[in-house]
């Protein structure tokens, strides 16, 4: 099955500036999807050529196996990291006013905004205006209005960005929700522990290139289990070991990282036969530490 | 074309049903109707009633001449319109042979004291020095002074005219005045008089003016207002900033054209009654179709021209602030052609008014008042609404190429070279 977004090669620059240097991704059929990257290295400028707000220089955007076309707008939903709402609009106009222009009849607009308000425990505020609402409930309704027209793709500009605590954790499962719902979702952000608990492929970009691309578990394979979590009673000797690339020491409770190459198991004996081991544990690396490690080496 | 419609029937809906349309809508035209009402009210109740007017002079049979023909000549004013609707004056004339400084004293303190409305001071010396002075608290009421003016002078010549032997049918039908009526030609036939045109077009032409300007700036606005809320990248996912500018100028248009829709019904249910009335004085009254149907024309032509500027203008700006100090490249020829207006609507054949009227800058205002006013050649018409279309047709798709690059810019407003890479971009 062809990928729901695939993305060949893409370049876009402003002026002197450039956003995105040849770019390539392709997102598999219900997954979810983190692209990821420091603040500037080209996220949003990657999504609105997605979604034809803006046209690459150059490359191809491939949406559910086609070359883009604003035809296909429809089967996508789109948050977008600046987004807002009429504020004198109320919000039962509002929804349905999105719903339409996102090829809805006005009936069944209509009907899916009264379902969702429900859901939402919006009903008793839908003939109020945008203005009168809390900046959480805005903000639930700008959810609604990407997923209102029931698109197959969902594509989220740091859809956690400034969400209370409660209406993150309702975002969280509203993805997961939507994943089993077969859908395709994609969103970036900056922050990796959502990333980790919750995608199944990454695309970490930087500078405009992608700088690791693919499946999280793979990439995470691929970096191999080279961190060590160790408690321990006694000095098992580890600053000047050869083994060790770098080492964060709390007493009697030690992270260490490996050097390429080292052996775990030669390590373990090396310290049994110095102090006394309460444990030993073989780790993968963290997103985060990929992410700095990848990002350190680029800068 | 579902996506376009869906744009304009928001873009109306939302600003036909706040309440600052329906109270703008229903308070102009009660403005407008109070203005010309409330004078006429004053001046109707302040008419009628008993006037005391002290004739002092060396000639009672002249001062006596005078009172009648005041009191002959009641409620007919120099314009002569409402003569139905005021009551007629009371004149109480008191004829006085005293001319002396001392009388004039007294006379003075009794006007103050309110026992006379005023005295008339038509001494021989007065009359010799042609300088007859009227003494009154009520200065200002121009009616009540040119009543007094023209029956002075018609007694004065009447006196004069008897002297040299005349009698009194012959002086009559040599008073009889004489109307002139400034009659427009349309087509080789009688139009309608000078005045009905000349008021008429100052109407539309205002009526162009105040609207392109209130829904140019609301466009504008609008699209500020999109900017701030951050509402536009939304909307970007689901139509093209094409769709986006289309909506939005044809559906505040739309708002427009409802005003001007309710409040000409306003006028005309408002002064039918009063042009029929007035006929005798107005002459023929003609619904002037084909200048409606220019005003027409011009209006969309103008709207769509400066809507599209306006449009251009908000998208490159974040605030009303800053779009204040931007407007006036859409601001200046608007209010210029307003101010051309008066030399092309007395010399509309002129070639300064030819050439400045082709301008699509200055046509929505100054074509539209040659029309109304003169009935300048088809080929000028034709000329100059191709001209206009083609601006119109250039303006759209440079503000759309604005647009499309300035609703997603943030922060600081651009410099020209900057706009000039932003059009280079949407290219």
């Known amino acids: 099955m062809a990928d729901v977004v ?294 | 074309m579902h996506n376009i419609w869906t744009l304009i029937q928001r873009e109306y809906l939302e600003r036909v049903r706040t309440r600052s349309f329906v109270i703008f809508t229903l308070l102009m035209p009660a403005v407008m109707a109070g203005s010309v009402l409330i004078p006429e009210k004053i001046e109707e109740m302040n008419s009628g009633g008993e006037k005391h007017i002290v004739i002092v002079a060396n000639n009672p049979q002249l001062a006596t001449a005078v009172g009648q023909e005041l009191s002959a000549s009641k409620a007919k004013t120099d314009l002569g319109l409402e003569a139905g609707t005021f009551k007629p004056t009371m004149y109480t004339i008191r004829v006085d042979g005293d001319t002396s400084d001392a009388e004039n004293d007294r006379l003075r303190q009794q006007v103050s004291g309110g026992q006379i409305t005023g005295f008339l001071w038509l001494t021989d010396r007065a009359l010799a020095e042609r300088k007859v002075t009227y003494n009154t608290k009520e200065a200002a009421d121009f009616m009540q002074s040119g009543t007094i003016r023209s029956a002075l002078r018609t007694a004065v010549t009447k006196q004069r005219l008897s002297q040299k032997g005349m009698n009194g049918p012959e002086i009559d039908a040599l008073l009889t005045p004489i109307d002139l009526a400034t009659i427009r030609i349309e087509k080789g036939r009688e139009g309608t008089s000078g005045t009905t045109v000349f008021v008429t077009a100052l109407a539309m032409v205002m009526l162009l003016y105040s609207v392109v300007l209130i829904y140019g700036i609301a466009v504008m606005r609008s699209v500020i207002e999109e900017k701030s809320t951050r509402i536009l990248e939304v909307l970007l996912s689901a139509v093209t900033p094409k769709q986006l500018l289309a909506g939005k100028i044809l559906g505040v248009g739309a708002v427009g054209l409802t005003q001007i829709v309710i409040w000409v019904t306003f006028a005309i249910l408002f002064s039918v009654p009063g042009l029929l009335a007035a006929r005798s004085f107005l002459g023929e009254v003609h619904i002037p179709v084909g200048g409606m149907i220019a005003f027409a024309i011009f209006f969309l032509l103008g709207y769509l021209l400066y809507s599209s500027m306006y449009a251009a203008i908000g998208s490159m700006v974040n605030t009303d602030h800053e779009a204040q100090q931007m407007q006036w490249p859409a601001m200046v020829p608007l209010v210029l052609g307003v101010v051309l207006m008066n030399s092309v609507i007395q010399h509309p054949d002129s070639p300064l008014a030819f050439w400045l009227s082709i301008v699509p800058f200055f046509a929505p205002i100054l074509m539209l008042v040659r029309i109304l006013v003169a009935q300048p050649p088809l080929w000028q018409i034709a000329l100059c609404i191709a001209l206009m279309m083609a601006t119109v047709y250039g303006l759209l798709a440079l503000a759309s190429r604005i647009y499309r690059i300035g609703i997603l810019m943030y922060g600081k407003r651009p410099t020209l070279p900057e706009l000039r890479r932003w059009l280079r971009y949407a290219g």
């Open chain 1, 6 to 299: 695939e993305l060949r090669g893409i370049c876009k620059s402003y002026d002197h500036f450039v956003a995105v240097d040849n770019l390539s991704l392709g997102i598999r059929a219900g997954s979810v999807y983190g692209l990821l990257g420091p603040n500037g290295a080209g996220k949003t400028s990657t999504i609105r050529m997605m979604i034809g707000i803006m046209v690459p220089d150059k490359g191809e955007v491939r949406l559910f196996g086609e070359l883009f076309q604003r035809g296909l707008l429809p089967r996508v939903g789109y948050l977008p990291e600046e987004r807002g709402l009429y504020k004198r609009m109320k919000v039962l106009d509002h929804l349905v006013f999105l719903g339409c222009l996102h090829n809805l009849s006005e009936v069944e607009a209509r009907k899916r905004s009264l379902a969702w308000c429900e859901r939402m425990q919006l009903s008793e505020w839908k003939d109020k205006k945008v203005e009168e609402l809390s900046k959480g409930m805005q903000q639930k309704i700008q959810f609604v209005a990407a997923l209102l027209h029931d698109p197959d793709l969902v594509i989220m500009d740091e859809p956690f960005a400034g969400l209370d605590p409660a209406n993150a954790v309702m975002l969280k499962d509203f993805l997961i929700e939507l994943k089993k719902a077969g859908k395709t979702i994609l969103f970036s952000t900056h922050r990796m522990d959502q990333v980790e608990r919750l995608c199944d492929s990454i695309c970490l970009i930087d500078h405009g290139h992608a700088v690791l691309e693919g499946d999280l578990g793979k990439i995470k394979a691929s970096y191999g289990k080279n961190h060590v979590q160790m408690q321990y009673e006694g000095d098992p000797g580890l600053e000047n070991c050869d083994l060790v690339q770098s080492i964060n020491n709390y007493g009697n409770y030690v992270e260490v990282r490996l050097k390429p190459g080292a052996d775990a198991q030669q390590l373990l004996r090396r310290s049994a036969d110095r102090a006394r081991i309460s444990r030993f544990e073989l780790l993968e690396p963290s997103l985060e530490e990929i992410f700095i490690d990848q990002v350190g080496k680029n800068a």
